[in-house]
């Protein structure tokens, strides 16, 4: 079956460059290298406040990139028409809110499933593949393939920021359970947050997935190792833990 796939999260090579208000790094240059180094898709997030990505890099990462761009983005009238000039490959509808220092939890699909519904339509009309990040729930899946998405990613952070043994067991069975209800009623998964190469092994292992997205993790690590290893790095980790019967 087909292998498990990388999705590459280059938001925090603009958070740097935007710490200092100048031109480099250049996320556009990031992707690059992480497409060399052998990732399946470019993810980035163009927040309503631009704190990171901007308009500019996701026009440039759409006419450079070879391989997937996905583009995260709130329920905003505006970020979502540039999606739809821009026209990526995939969105994917996350929650946002102006305090938080990144994503917190899943979008809540019962409770905005009219705008929901309203954009993936859109999103659709145009040929673009759309995602809904959630909670691993049976509930937020349903209301998510009502919607009309093709795919969820799910909220992996709660996993991966868990500490006891008791507590990441739970929360995996969680994702597990999850994983396997929503393949069963035709909704494909993808799942992110928080996973490094300490903890994405359980994640590979889960028949059903067919990408991660990581970003901070990697971005991290390429400080140390630099950013083509860091990309091949949780990649041979990807490979060695896979579930082949994806």
């Known amino acids: 079956m087909e292998r498990l796939k990388l999705g590459v999260n280059v938001d925090h090579v603009a958070t740097l460059r935007e710490a200092r208000g100048g031109s480099f790094p250049d ?3 990031a992707a690059i290298i ?6 399946d898709s470019i993810v980035c997030h163009l927040r309503e406040d631009r704190r990171h990505i901007q308009n500019r890099d996701l026009y440039l990462l759409k006419d450079i990139i070879k391989t997937k761009l996905n583009l995260e983005l709130a329920l905003s009238e505006e970020v979502v028409n540039i999606a739809l000039d821009v026209k990526p490959d ?3 509808l996350v929650p946002e809110k102006k305090e938080e220092l990144t994503t917190e939890g899943g979008l809540d ?3 905005n499933f009219t705008k929901v519904e309203e954009h993936i339509k859109k999103f659709k009309e145009a040929g673009i593949q759309v995602s809904l990040f959630i909670e691993p729930e049976e509930k937020q899946i349903d209301a998510t393939k009502k919607a009309g998405a093709e795919f969820i990613e799910i909220h992996t952070g709660t996993y991966s920021e868990s500490k006891t043994e008791a507590d990441i067991y739970r ?18 998964v993808n799942a992110g947050h928080g996973l490094n190469i300490k903890n994405s092994p359980a994640i590979c292992k889960i028949a059903g997935i067919e990408e991660l997205n990581i970003g901070q993790s990697i971005i991290a690590r390429a400080v140390f190792i630099g950013l083509d290893n860091a990309v091949k790095e949780i990649l041979k980790i990807m490979r060695m833990y896979e579930k082949k019967d994806n």
């Open 34 to 39: 992480c497409e060399l180094a052998g990732c």
């Open 90 to 92: 995939q969105v994917t």
């Open 171 to 188: 929360e995996l069975d969680k994702i597990i359970k999850a994983t396997k209800y929503a393949t069963s009623v035709g909704v494909r």
């Open 27 to 29: 996320p556009v240059d």
């Open 109 to 111: 699909v019962i409770k």
